[in-house]
């Protein structure tokens, strides 16, 4: 494979030259041409950019020199060849392993690596219409990046790893996460007991069978924790009830979640003989919060049944929001949206912890069930007891 980079920043590249992409590179497995943009200029302050028209802030990238620059590139081949243009930014496409793998797969790629408040749109033009080349405008994600040379190094890795002979074990690709679609499983190695944390019992069976099935078992549950947004419904699906599925907050279900939270709230009323529950007076904006939280949110035949929502505070993740449309109370789905909410928190988590109104002997039981005891702090909200469950090692 080909890559060219353009870039008024070549040293920027340079990790390029390190590890498996490096090897690659001297084994001839792979070429990296990288273009400095300044090259093209023609004025003795070698610019690059200018105001834009319609005004606003920032500097436009100017398409003289990225003209120029493309036409240095494609003069560098044998006639008739076109690489894929890549170029980086936030409007684009969002950069998968699918996406990897179908770069992967191409001769010659070339990247377009913007500054400032991007390129002239006549560029993305010109190289397709003049010069006849595929172009794609790519997004690592939803954020802004100072400009495309750590979108390159990103996209590049994940493209150029994937190419015969560069991962020396060819197998060890297949398990990795993303390439089927789910997240991978937990690894570990020796010593069996780390710092009062010992290795899963059936990891050292012998039993693969056995193995196999705890491992894409762990996928699916380490996939719907942190990203439910990568699974099929099926595979999120709640045993007891098949048609329910589950996936982060998003704002267009603030709305539903905020009627959710009324008719649970009045349904807890009236389970506990109580009418000075604090979620009887739930308003949006409290609902609202959950979308910049790790909120999720459970559907069943299309409408929203149940919500949990996790904070992390030091080494502890405080559940809340958990909440149950009235005709699912105390079914599996208040115990899978609690198991989704523990398996959510990252590794430097020790404990979770609950509040609950103690005349709720339903919730109470679901949550000792599960392994809850009260703790003797104070509650946040007056009235409630808080729980506690000690995370299990391993």
């Known amino acids: 494979m080909r890559?060219?980079?353009?870039?008024?920043?070549?040293?920027?590249?340079q990790p390029l030259e390190l590890s498996l992409i490096g090897k690659a590179r001297q084994e001839g497995l792979l070429t990296v041409a990288t273009h400095d943009l300044r090259d093209f200029t023609h004025d003795r302050h070698r610019t690059v950019d200018d105001t834009p028209y319609g005004g606003g802030a920032g500097m436009v990238m100017k398409p003289g020199p990225w003209a120029e620059a493309l036409d240095h590139v494609l003069a560098q081949s044998e006639p008739g060849a076109r690489p894929h243009?890549?170029?980086?930014g936030p409007g684009g496409t969002r950069f998968t392993q699918a996406m990897a793998r179908a770069l992967a797969a191409e001769p010659w790629l070339a990247f377009a690596c913007g500054r400032y408040e991007g390129i002239d749109e006549r560029v993305h033009d010109h190289a397709r219409e003049d010069l006849r080349l595929e172009v794609s405008v790519v997004s690592l994600g939803d954020y802004v990046l100072n400009g495309g040379e750590v979108a390159v190094l990103a996209m590049v890795e994940a493209i150029a790893r994937l190419l015969p002979?560069?991962?020396g074990n060819a197998e060890s690709l297949v398990e990795e996460s993303h390439e089927d679609g789910l997240l991978e499983y937990p690894i570990y190695t020796k010593p069996r007991v780390w710092n009062g944390r010992a290795v899963p019992d059936v990891?050292?069976?012998?039993?693969?069978?056995a193995i196999a099935a705890w491992r894409h078992a762990?996928?699916?549950a380490r996939t719907a924790a942190r990203r439910p947004d990568l699974l099929h419904p099926s595979q999120v699906a709640v045993p007891g009830e098949p048609d329910v599925d589950v996936a982060l907050l998003a704002p267009a279900d603030v709305p539903e979640l905020f009627t959710l939270a009324l008719a649970a709230a009045a349904d807890e009323a009236r389970v506990t003989d109580a009418l000075d529950l604090p979620e009887l007076s739930v308003s949006v904006d409290d609902v609202t919060e959950g979308v910049s939280t790790r909120t999720w949110v459970a559907r069943k035949a299309g409408r929203l049944?149940?919500?949990?929502r996790t904070e992390l505070c030091g080494d502890e993740l405080r559940i809340s929001q958990l909440l149950l449309a009235p005709d699912l109370r105390g079914g599996a789905l208040e115990a899978h949206l609690l198991r989704l909410a523990e398996q959510s928190a990252p590794s430097g988590i020790r404990t979770f912890s609950l509040e609950a109104d103690a005349r709720s002997l339903e919730r109470m039981r679901t949550y000792r069930k599960a392994g809850y005891r009260r703790a003797s702090r104070e509650p946040e909200?007056?009235?409630?007891?808080?729980?506690?469950?000690r995370r299990r090692a391993g």
Do not use: C, M, N
Not at 3 to 13: A, G, H, K, Q, S
């Open 3 to 13: 890559i060219d980079v353009i870039t008024i920043f070549p040293e920027y590249l």
């Open 165 to 167: 002979g560069v991962v």
């Open 381 to 389: 909200i007056a009235g409630r007891v808080s729980l506690v469950k």
């Open 203 to 209: 990891l050292l069976s012998g039993d693969h069978a």
């Open 305 to 308: 049944v149940g919500s949990v």
């Open 218 to 220: 762990q996928r699916l």
């Open 85 to 88: 243009l890549i170029v980086p």
